[in-house]
């Protein structure tokens, strides 16, 4: 059995006392607002503007990093497709 070190224990209590709750809070508060703004503008564009403050709220809730390589080499006026390499179990 792989034994599990200090960090792993201290933070389940926080897993479950702080990033659950906040999950679900947190995604209600912008599901409803998803829903109030699509009443005012297109469905998609109101989703689209609450994912963005969704993800940094919980990249900031649970302990995660997030590294941008290559930013200065990309045109505002060019198409891409951005891959990411995941190093644990956070998915896009």
Known sequence: MKRRGLGW??????KYL??????VLVTAFFATL???LSF????RTASRRAAVPWARVM???TPMRVEVEGRENIDPHQSYVL????????DI
Do not use: D, G, K
């Open 9 to 14: 224990w201290a933070y389940q209590p926080y």
């Open 18 to 23: 702080v990033v659950a709750p906040a999950l």
């Open 34 to 36: 998803v829903l109030i």
């Open 40 to 43: 005012f503008t297109n469905a």
């Open 59 to 61: 990249a900031w809730v």
């Open 83 to 90: 891959v990411s390499n995941h190093q644990s179990q956070y």
